[in-house]
Protein backbone atom coordinates (compact mmCIF):
# COMPACT_ATOMS: atom_id res chain seq x y z
CA UNK A 1 0.00 0.00 0.00
CA UNK A 2 1.33 3.52 -1.18
CA UNK A 3 2.79 5.32 2.08
CA UNK A 4 0.28 8.35 1.81
CA UNK A 5 -3.24 6.62 1.15
CA UNK A 6 -1.05 4.53 4.56
CA UNK A 7 -1.27 7.78 6.56
CA UNK A 8 -4.65 8.36 6.12
CA UNK A 9 -5.93 4.93 7.08
CA UNK A 10 -3.76 4.77 10.10
CA UNK A 11 -5.18 8.09 11.22
CA UNK A 12 -8.64 6.62 10.77
CA UNK A 13 -7.58 3.59 12.56
CA UNK A 14 -6.46 5.37 15.58
CA UNK A 15 -9.93 7.34 15.20
CA UNK A 16 -11.81 4.38 16.07
CA UNK A 17 -10.03 4.06 19.46
CA UNK A 18 -9.35 8.04 19.99
CA UNK A 19 -11.68 10.79 19.56
CA UNK A 20 -10.43 12.98 17.15
CA UNK A 21 -11.07 16.39 18.24
CA UNK A 22 -11.43 19.26 15.83
CA UNK A 23 -9.73 22.80 16.79
CA UNK A 24 -12.65 25.27 15.90
CA UNK A 25 -11.32 27.32 18.31
CA UNK A 26 -8.45 28.69 17.03
CA UNK A 27 -8.12 31.68 15.23
CA UNK A 28 -5.13 32.30 12.27
CA UNK A 29 -4.67 31.46 8.76
CA UNK A 30 -1.87 28.63 10.64
CA UNK A 31 -3.83 27.53 13.75
CA UNK A 32 -5.35 23.72 12.72
CA UNK A 33 -8.86 24.69 12.61
CA UNK A 34 -9.32 21.48 11.15
CA UNK A 35 -9.20 18.12 12.55
CA UNK A 36 -6.00 16.01 11.79
CA UNK A 37 -7.71 14.35 8.67
CA UNK A 38 -8.75 16.87 7.19
CA UNK A 39 -5.55 18.40 7.19
CA UNK A 40 -3.49 15.05 6.41
CA UNK A 41 -6.52 14.54 3.52
CA UNK A 42 -5.29 17.33 1.94
CA UNK A 43 -1.65 16.54 1.75
CA UNK A 44 -2.22 13.35 0.76
CA UNK A 45 -4.00 14.81 -2.70
CA UNK A 46 -0.69 17.19 -2.99
CA UNK A 47 1.96 14.75 -1.72
CA UNK A 48 3.65 13.29 -4.78
CA UNK A 49 2.95 16.79 -7.12
CA UNK A 50 6.04 17.21 -9.25
CA UNK A 51 7.28 20.19 -7.93
CA UNK A 52 9.93 20.48 -10.69
CA UNK A 53 7.60 20.93 -13.35
CA UNK A 54 4.89 23.12 -11.80
CA UNK A 55 4.40 25.17 -9.03
CA UNK A 56 3.67 24.05 -5.17
CA UNK A 57 -0.52 23.21 -4.53
CA UNK A 58 -1.70 26.29 -2.75
CA UNK A 59 -4.23 26.47 -0.64
CA UNK A 60 -7.91 28.35 -1.33
CA UNK A 61 -6.25 31.31 0.34
CA UNK A 62 -2.92 31.38 -1.82
CA UNK A 63 -0.80 29.45 0.45
CA UNK A 64 1.75 27.20 0.13
CA UNK A 65 -0.18 24.02 0.97
CA UNK A 66 3.21 22.13 2.30
CA UNK A 67 4.03 24.76 4.69
CA UNK A 68 0.62 25.38 5.45
CA UNK A 69 0.71 21.53 6.23
CA UNK A 70 3.65 21.65 8.96
CA UNK A 71 2.40 24.30 10.64
CA UNK A 72 -1.29 22.73 10.94
CA UNK A 73 0.69 19.70 12.20
CA UNK A 74 2.91 21.03 14.67
CA UNK A 75 -0.05 23.44 16.16
CA UNK A 76 -1.68 20.12 16.55
CA UNK A 77 0.81 18.19 18.26
CA UNK A 78 1.22 21.47 20.75
CA UNK A 79 -2.42 21.57 21.06
CA UNK A 80 -3.20 17.50 21.58
CA UNK A 81 0.32 16.25 22.75
CA UNK A 82 0.99 12.55 21.93
CA UNK A 83 -2.26 12.07 20.00
CA UNK A 84 -1.90 10.36 16.73
CA UNK A 85 2.09 11.46 17.57
CA UNK A 86 3.29 8.59 14.64
CA UNK A 87 0.77 9.98 12.11
CA UNK A 88 1.55 13.51 12.54
CA UNK A 89 4.77 13.12 12.65
CA UNK A 90 5.16 11.00 9.08
CA UNK A 91 2.97 13.85 7.89
CA UNK A 92 5.01 16.59 8.78
CA UNK A 93 8.33 14.91 7.73
CA UNK A 94 6.91 14.35 4.37
CA UNK A 95 5.92 18.02 4.14
CA UNK A 96 9.29 19.50 5.43
CA UNK A 97 10.66 16.93 2.23
CA UNK A 98 8.32 18.86 -0.05
CA UNK A 99 9.51 22.61 1.08
CA UNK A 100 13.86 21.32 0.53
CA UNK A 101 13.97 20.80 4.47
CA UNK A 102 15.76 17.62 4.33
CA UNK A 103 17.56 17.59 7.56
CA UNK A 104 14.56 18.12 9.74
CA UNK A 105 12.31 15.79 7.64
CA UNK A 106 15.09 12.56 8.21
CA UNK A 107 14.80 13.94 11.94
CA UNK A 108 11.06 13.58 11.74
CA UNK A 109 11.58 10.24 10.36
CA UNK A 110 13.93 9.18 12.54
CA UNK A 111 11.74 9.27 15.36
CA UNK A 112 9.53 6.73 13.84
CA UNK A 113 11.85 3.75 12.82
CA UNK A 114 11.42 1.69 16.14
CA UNK A 115 7.45 3.18 16.84
CA UNK A 116 5.06 0.51 17.34
CA UNK A 117 3.56 2.28 13.99
CA UNK A 118 2.00 1.00 10.66
CA UNK A 119 4.28 3.88 9.06
CA UNK A 120 7.54 2.18 10.45
CA UNK A 121 8.67 0.70 6.92
CA UNK A 122 8.21 3.86 5.12
CA UNK A 123 9.33 5.70 7.81
CA UNK A 124 12.79 3.99 7.75
CA UNK A 125 12.93 4.55 3.85
CA UNK A 126 12.33 8.17 4.36
CA UNK A 127 14.91 8.69 6.88
CA UNK A 128 17.16 6.85 4.48
CA UNK A 129 16.25 9.14 1.58
CA UNK A 130 15.69 11.94 3.58
CA UNK A 131 19.21 11.92 5.28
CA UNK A 132 20.46 11.15 1.59
CA UNK A 133 18.87 14.54 0.25
CA UNK A 134 19.89 15.92 3.44
CA UNK A 135 24.14 14.94 3.46
CA UNK A 136 23.90 16.34 -0.39
CA UNK A 137 22.09 19.91 0.34
CA UNK A 138 24.56 20.60 3.15
CA UNK A 139 27.36 20.67 0.88
CA UNK A 140 29.20 24.08 0.74
CA UNK A 141 28.63 26.00 -2.53
CA UNK A 142 31.51 29.02 -1.66
CA UNK A 143 35.17 29.25 -1.79
CA UNK A 144 37.79 32.24 -2.02
CA UNK A 145 38.11 32.81 -5.69
CA UNK A 146 36.00 32.18 -8.71
CA UNK A 147 37.76 28.35 -9.47
CA UNK A 148 37.40 26.98 -6.02
CA UNK A 149 33.57 28.24 -6.17
CA UNK A 150 32.86 26.83 -9.43
CA UNK A 151 34.53 23.65 -7.96
CA UNK A 152 32.48 23.40 -4.98
CA UNK A 153 29.47 23.75 -7.27
CA UNK A 154 30.44 20.83 -9.38
CA UNK A 155 31.05 18.50 -6.80
CA UNK A 156 27.51 19.67 -5.42
CA UNK A 157 26.03 19.08 -8.68
CA UNK A 158 27.51 15.44 -9.21
CA UNK A 159 26.12 14.46 -5.66
CA UNK A 160 22.92 15.44 -6.88
CA UNK A 161 23.15 13.90 -10.00
CA UNK A 162 23.78 10.97 -8.32
CA UNK A 163 20.71 11.46 -6.44
CA UNK A 164 18.35 11.74 -9.68
CA UNK A 165 19.50 9.20 -10.95
CA UNK A 166 19.22 6.54 -7.97
CA UNK A 167 15.66 7.97 -7.67
CA UNK A 168 14.55 8.58 -11.42
CA UNK A 169 10.81 8.02 -11.79
CA UNK A 170 9.94 7.89 -8.37
CA UNK A 171 7.83 10.81 -6.63
CA UNK A 172 11.46 12.54 -4.92
CA UNK A 173 13.25 12.66 -8.54
CA UNK A 174 11.61 16.15 -9.22
CA UNK A 175 13.19 16.86 -5.50
CA UNK A 176 16.36 16.25 -6.49
CA UNK A 177 16.04 17.91 -10.00
CA UNK A 178 14.73 21.00 -8.34
CA UNK A 179 17.93 20.96 -6.03
CA UNK A 180 20.25 20.36 -9.42
CA UNK A 181 18.51 23.11 -11.37
CA UNK A 182 18.72 25.85 -8.58
CA UNK A 183 23.12 24.65 -8.30
CA UNK A 184 22.99 24.64 -12.48
CA UNK A 185 21.22 27.92 -12.38
CA UNK A 186 23.69 29.76 -10.08
CA UNK A 187 26.19 28.17 -11.51
CA UNK A 188 25.16 29.99 -14.83
CA UNK A 189 24.94 33.17 -12.58
CA UNK A 190 27.94 33.08 -11.47
CA UNK A 191 30.02 32.78 -14.65
CA UNK A 192 27.67 35.71 -16.43
CA UNK A 193 28.56 37.60 -12.89
CA UNK A 194 32.53 37.58 -13.73
CA UNK A 195 32.14 36.62 -17.94
CA UNK A 196 34.99 40.17 -17.50
CA UNK A 197 37.47 37.82 -16.02
CA UNK A 198 37.42 34.63 -17.73
CA UNK A 199 38.73 34.13 -21.16
CA UNK A 200 35.85 34.64 -24.03
CA UNK A 201 33.66 35.04 -20.96
CA UNK A 202 30.30 36.18 -23.10
CA UNK A 203 30.29 33.19 -25.32
CA UNK A 204 30.97 30.63 -22.09
CA UNK A 205 28.21 32.99 -19.89
CA UNK A 206 25.77 32.22 -22.88
CA UNK A 207 26.38 28.84 -23.46
CA UNK A 208 26.16 28.11 -19.84
CA UNK A 209 22.87 30.20 -19.99
CA UNK A 210 21.55 28.52 -23.07
CA UNK A 211 22.82 24.61 -21.47
CA UNK A 212 20.54 25.83 -18.71
CA UNK A 213 17.75 26.89 -20.56
CA UNK A 214 18.15 22.78 -22.87
CA UNK A 215 18.49 21.01 -20.26
CA UNK A 216 15.58 22.61 -18.26
CA UNK A 217 12.87 22.86 -20.37
CA UNK A 218 10.22 21.10 -18.85
CA UNK A 219 11.01 22.80 -15.59
CA UNK A 220 8.12 25.37 -14.43
CA UNK A 221 11.38 28.03 -14.26
CA UNK A 222 12.16 28.09 -18.06
CA UNK A 223 10.44 31.48 -18.65
CA UNK A 224 12.97 32.80 -15.60
CA UNK A 225 15.61 31.13 -17.44
CA UNK A 226 15.04 32.59 -20.48
CA UNK A 227 14.82 36.02 -19.16
CA UNK A 228 18.12 35.67 -17.87
CA UNK A 229 19.64 35.05 -21.08
CA UNK A 230 17.84 37.85 -22.51
CA UNK A 231 19.15 39.99 -20.00
CA UNK A 232 23.19 38.34 -21.08
CA UNK A 233 22.13 39.52 -24.76
CA UNK A 234 20.81 43.26 -23.29
CA UNK A 235 23.71 43.75 -21.51
CA UNK A 236 25.62 43.07 -24.39
CA UNK A 237 23.71 45.30 -26.67
CA UNK A 238 24.70 48.68 -24.09
CA UNK A 239 27.93 47.53 -23.73
CA UNK A 240 29.02 48.00 -27.24
CA UNK A 241 26.81 51.55 -27.10
CA UNK A 242 28.96 52.41 -23.74
CA UNK A 243 32.59 51.28 -25.73
CA UNK A 244 31.71 52.43 -29.48
CA UNK A 245 30.41 56.10 -28.34
CA UNK A 246 32.61 57.94 -30.94
CA UNK A 247 30.12 58.22 -34.22
CA UNK A 248 32.73 56.74 -36.33
CA UNK A 249 32.77 53.94 -33.94
CA UNK A 250 29.20 53.28 -33.71
CA UNK A 251 28.36 50.34 -36.50
CA UNK A 252 24.75 50.37 -36.55
CA UNK A 253 24.44 46.99 -37.94
CA UNK A 254 26.36 45.51 -35.33
CA UNK A 255 23.69 47.18 -32.42
CA UNK A 256 20.67 46.60 -33.86
CA UNK A 257 21.88 42.58 -34.30
CA UNK A 258 23.19 42.46 -30.39
CA UNK A 259 19.77 44.53 -29.68
CA UNK A 260 17.33 42.54 -31.68
CA UNK A 261 18.46 39.16 -30.00
CA UNK A 262 17.64 40.36 -26.93
CA UNK A 263 14.48 41.84 -27.93
CA UNK A 264 13.57 38.36 -29.66
CA UNK A 265 14.42 36.62 -25.91
CA UNK A 266 12.47 39.05 -24.00
CA UNK A 267 9.68 38.21 -26.61
CA UNK A 268 9.54 34.97 -25.92
CA UNK A 269 8.75 35.85 -22.54
CA UNK A 270 6.61 38.22 -23.40
CA UNK A 271 4.08 36.43 -25.05
CA UNK A 272 4.15 33.39 -23.21
CA UNK A 273 0.38 32.89 -21.68
CA UNK A 274 -0.01 31.51 -18.09
CA UNK A 275 3.54 32.36 -17.13
CA UNK A 276 3.83 34.56 -14.07
CA UNK A 277 7.31 36.20 -15.62
CA UNK A 278 5.35 37.77 -18.59
CA UNK A 279 4.75 41.05 -17.45
CA UNK A 280 7.94 41.05 -16.62
CA UNK A 281 9.27 39.90 -19.61
CA UNK A 282 6.92 42.75 -21.20
CA UNK A 283 8.33 45.48 -19.19
CA UNK A 284 11.91 44.24 -20.25
CA UNK A 285 11.17 44.15 -23.88
CA UNK A 286 9.59 47.58 -23.82
CA UNK A 287 12.49 48.95 -21.79
CA UNK A 288 15.03 47.88 -23.94
CA UNK A 289 12.99 48.57 -27.40
CA UNK A 290 12.93 52.47 -26.20
CA UNK A 291 16.60 52.10 -25.35
CA UNK A 292 17.34 50.89 -28.47
CA UNK A 293 15.55 53.58 -30.52
CA UNK A 294 16.97 56.29 -28.40
CA UNK A 295 20.40 54.87 -29.33
CA UNK A 296 19.71 54.83 -32.84
CA UNK A 297 18.30 58.14 -32.75
CA UNK A 298 21.49 59.49 -31.31
CA UNK A 299 23.45 58.33 -34.37
CA UNK A 300 21.57 58.76 -37.40
Known amino acids: MHSTTLLLVAVLASAVHTNLAVAGDATGPWAPYEDVVQVLADFTWHAKDDVYRFPPPKDPTGRDLYHLTVRRLEGW ?12 TFGRARALERL ?7 DAYRTLVDAPSPLITDARAGATRAGAFAAAAELPEDGDDLTTRLAALR ?22 LVEEERLEA ?10 RDLTDGSATAEQALRFLIEKHAD ?8 LRLADLYADLAREYADTHERPRAFEEDEFVRRADRALDTYRKVATWDGAPEKPEGQARFAALDAYKAQVLARYR
Do not use: C, F, M, Q
Not at 186 to 194: H, K
Not at 219 to 226: A, M
Open 77 to 88: EKRYPGRLRDVT
Open 100 to 106: GEYRAAA
Open 155 to 176: HKLDTWAELVERYEGSPWEPLA
Open 186 to 195: RTAALVVTNR
Open 219 to 226: SKNLPRHI
